[in-house]
T-cell receptor
Framework: NAGVTQTPKFRILKIGQSMTLQCAQDMNHNYMYWYRQDPGMGLKLIYYSVGAGITDKGEVPNGYNVSRSTTEDFPLRLELAAPSQTSVYFC???????????????FGPGTRLTVL | DQQVKQNSPSLSVQEGRISILNCDYTNSMFDYFLWYKKYPAEGPTFLISISSIKDKNEDGRFTVFLNKSAKHLSLHIVPSQPGDSAVYFCAARFGNQFYFGTGTSLTVIP
């Protein structure tokens, strides 16, 4: 059971380039989330999904897109990268709320992205 | 606007003593609160949680207290151990979204 995996671990992009951050979980969790963490700040929610085919915006969605075609995968797409998107990106998953679990989120190890 | 705040960026405690980490929030609609622990270059890991209908939850050395009238929660670690040195985030849930504080870096001195 790998939990939540993220690739790549590190990436440097030039301004205007695009990339996809990959996230996968093998726990059959319905809920998945993307966060970014800037230095000295807490985690800010970018997008989340409550199940395959369903996504919604979080606090800071501008400049990002997501899709959820399967329960396992939740990729985050950056179009036209900007220096303001330099951050550490975390993916997380949660079991379906109300199933008698603590509703905690299980996090991946993060992707450190630098845009120059 | 930061809905969950951790006003102490850092805290140092002697091994064996109590560590108290604090968190304040502004949204009275939060129904669930969590504490996470984070080591460098790793994702946060769940530590302990509390429902808004309770005022205390205990798990081993970790206890979380919730004061709804003050919109304040705290994490107590007793006794503190060097392995507890990490960044601690509090988080609060509203609907399907979680809101995180900025973290407190705890150093436990042997």
């Amino acid at each position: 059971n790998a939990g939540v995996t993220q690739t790549p671990k590190f990436r440097i992009l030039k301004i205007g380039q695009s990339m996809t951050l990959q996230c996968a979980q093998d726990m059959n969790h319905n809920y998945m989330y993307w966060y970014r963490q800037d230095p000295g700040m807490g985690l800010k929610l970018i997008y989340y999904s409550v199940g395959a085919g369903i996504t919604d915006k979080g606090e800071v969605p501008n400049g990002y897109n997501v899709s959820r075609s399967t329960t396992e995968d939740f990729p985050l797409r950056l179009e036209l990268a900007a220096p303001s998107q330099t951050s550490v990106y975390f993916c997380a998953s949660t079991p379906l709320a109300g199933q008698g679990v603590s509703d905690t989120q299980y996090f991946g190890p993060g992707t450190r992205l630098t845009v120059l | 606007d930061q809905q969950v705040k951790q006003n102490s960026p850092s805290l140092s405690v002697q091994e064996g003593r109590i560590s108290i980490l604090n968190c304040d929030y502004t949204n009275s609609m939060f129904d669930y609160f969590l504490w996470y622990k984070k080591y460098p270059a790793e994702g946060p890991t769940f530590l302990i949680s509390i429902s808004s209908i309770k005022d205390k939850n205990e798990d081993g050395r970790f206890t979380v207290f919730l004061n709804k009238s003050a919109k304040h929660l705290s994490l107590h670690i007793v006794p503190s151990q060097p392995g507890d040195s990490a960044v601690y985030f509090c988080a609060a849930r509203f609907g399907n979204q979680f809101y995180f504080g900025t973290g407190t870096s705890l150093t436990v001195i042997p």
